[in-house]
């Protein structure tokens, strides 16, 4: 049932502010200025000898990973990155006990993961699960974990899990943060902008008229660049990611600051930009790139705080803590997905060639 909308996609994007607003629910706790998580099944010794994290997802999963170990590594300061899982089952890795690993999947059941989670719990290491599906064989294979609590997610590529994995991933760096060395300012600084996420995502939900507008201009190109900075370089990844999957635009995602290191001989009139630039500490840098690309006469689209001189177009969203940022920068370019690969005729809800869980090799 597509409740009113003409497709699951559409429908899943509008879940949005109900969806984070579930994954939130009952798990803040004022009082200690944390969160509680359940399932971990990790007490606070142990989460004080974990020296480092590795997370493994596919896909979507693997770029919600990204903004994790971003947020993992900013509010618990533990060491942390994302990766491929299924890179990471085919070069052997180190394992290492003092490293806590992540399995990230909408389905639970994507055989990549799954594999990698086996492979490791082979070797002893512990494993925890940020998944959607209750029950799956991912959720079932971990030590423990968080569940997003997304909702079924029906159309093939994913959004409103997207959103919920990586606001998991935020309840998660909170609660290892405020074990470890997080103030208890800043847990409550924290909790105040997770609080505020549904409000700002219908926010910028009322806006999908005006990104219909401008995926119109921009559905002719040929092939998008996506640019973003460390926060917002995962951002550019996953909007990329969507826009080819149901458009069939070439798109590529870059972090901002390697344009100069190669891909700025590509920038001409007829490859447009699409770049993450948010009030933080970063934007001086991001406007550096902003002009670079104008100064080759490449069109640009930023999604930013406030309207930016140097692009073209500007989707203003609503800001947030600079660490949550990402959560919301992602979504106006999902509509702006959606309704590029409306206005070519796309079938949208099972673009070609794709399944919604891979479970094979
Ligand atoms: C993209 C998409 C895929 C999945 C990937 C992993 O829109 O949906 O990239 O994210 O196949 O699937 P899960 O999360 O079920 O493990």
């Not at 170990?69 to 180190?94: M, Q, W």
């Not at 939900?205 to 995962?234: N, W």
């Not at 995602?253 to 770049?275: D, F, M, R």
């Not at 509509?335 to 399944?355: C, E, Q, S, V, W």
């Amino acid at each position: 049932d597509m409740g009113g909308h003409d497709t699951f996609m559409h429908k899943e994007i509008s879940e949005q502010p109900d969806a984070v607003d579930r994954v939130l629910r009952g798990r803040i706790d004022d009082r200690f200025s944390t969160v509680h998580l359940g399932g971990l099944n990790l007490d606070p010794r142990e989460a004080r000898t974990i020296r480092r994290i590795k997370i493994l997802g596919c896909g979507t999963s693997y770029h919600a990973g990204l903004i994790g170990a971003g947020l993992i590594e900013s509010l618990a300061r533990i060491p942390a990155d994302a990766e491929p899982a299924s890179e990471f089952r085919y070069r052997n890795p180190v394992v290492d006990p003092d490293t806590l690993y992540i399995a990230v999947s909408q389905s639970g059941e994507t055989y990549d993961v799954l594999a990698a989670v086996q492979e490791l719990k082979r070797k002893g290491a512990r494993v925890l699960g940020v998944v959607n599906v209750v029950g799956s064989a991912i959720a079932r294979e971990a030590d423990g974990g968080v569940y997003v609590h997304a909702g079924p997610e029906v159309c093939v590529v994913s959004t409103k899990c997207f959103t919920n994995t990586v606001t998991a991933f935020a309840l998660l760096a909170l609660h290892l943060g405020r074990i470890r060395d997080l103030s208890v300012t800043d847990g409550k600084r924290i909790i105040e902008g997770l609080r505020k996420l549904p409000a700002q995502i219908e926010e910028i939900l009322k806006g999908e008229d005006e990104i219909k507008r401008l995926a119109e201009v921009y559905a002719g190109a040929q092939s998008m660049m996506f640019i973003g900075r460390v926060r917002g370089y995962p951002v550019a990844l996953e909007a990329s990611l969507k826009l080819k999957e149901i458009s069939y635009i070439h798109a590529e995602a870059y972090p901002a600051s390697e344009l100069k290191h190669g891909p700025l001989a590509l920038i001409e009139p007829a490859l447009p930009t699409v770049a993450i630039v948010p009030d933080d500490d970063l934007l001086e840098k991001n406007r550096a790139a902003l002009e670079e690309i104008k100064a080759r006469s490449g069109r640009i689209l930023a999604v930013a705080h406030q309207p930016q001189e140097k692009a073209d177009h500007t989707i203003v969203v609503p800001k947030n803590e600079d660490e949550l940022d990402p959560i919301l920068m992602g979504i106006p370019l999902q509509l702006f997905a959606y309704h590029t690969a409306l206005a070519m005729g796309r079938d949208i809800d099972k673009p070609r060639n794709l399944a919604k869980s891979v479970t094979v090799e």
